[in-house]
């Protein structure tokens, strides 16, 4: 089974864990909780109750907005590529993980990265969410993600492509891998 890297900006995970679909939050409206049965029967990841469901997260709306946004073009034109929310996100390399972590507020020591697996797995530019511009340019950026192209690295925001790793159906986390003595 093909291994990732996942930074646990949440804390929440250890060795051993299998990670899935969650079940709708208990405290949704019974209306909400309907609605979002038919939109992922099977539940959503961790990422997509944090920015599809949780009420008054730390997630800003334009985030909110921003996945909804994935999520409906992946839908109408990539209906073959995971959804973002049923997905748990993931590095290629190690590197990249700590590339990641680095630039999270507190730094890669404040996070761990854990070795993960799963047998599924899409890889797209992280970058082109980044992007401040016009609607049709945006619809151009969500097109580049969901084909896996790296899409241009000249506008406002972007940069060189940042690839991170969907990872659907289970996965498995391996373990906690230790920082490296010059990473701080």
């Known amino acids: 089974m093909p291994t990732f890297f996942h930074v646990d900006r949440r804390k929440r995970l250890e060795a051993g864990q299998r990670l899935g679909l969650l079940p709708p939050a208990s405290q949704l409206p019974v209306d909400l909780a309907t609605h979002l049965d038919e939109l992922f029967p099977a539940g959503l990841s961790d990422h997509g109750h944090r920015y599809f469901t949780a009420p008054g997260s730390n997630t800003p709306w334009a985030d909110r907005v921003k996945e909804l946004i994935w999520e409906f073009a992946r839908r109408s034109c990539f209906p073959d590529q995971p959804s973002r929310l049923v997905s748990t996100f993931a590095w290629r390399t190690l590197e990249e993980a700590r590339t990641f972590a680095a630039a ?31 609607g049709v340019r945006i619809s151009q950026l969500v097109h580049y993600y969901w084909r896996g192209e790296s899409g241009p690295t000249d506008l406002p925001g972007l940069g060189n492509p940042v690839w991170e790793v969907l990872l659907h159906g289970p996965v498995q986390v391996i373990g906690q891998v230790l920082p490296h003595e010059g990473c701080k």
């Open 104 to 134: 999270q507020p507190g730094g890669v020591t404040s996070m761990p990265i854990y070795e993960v697996q799963a047998h599924d797995a899409f890889v797209a530019n992280m970058s082109l969410l980044h992007c401040d511009s016009s």
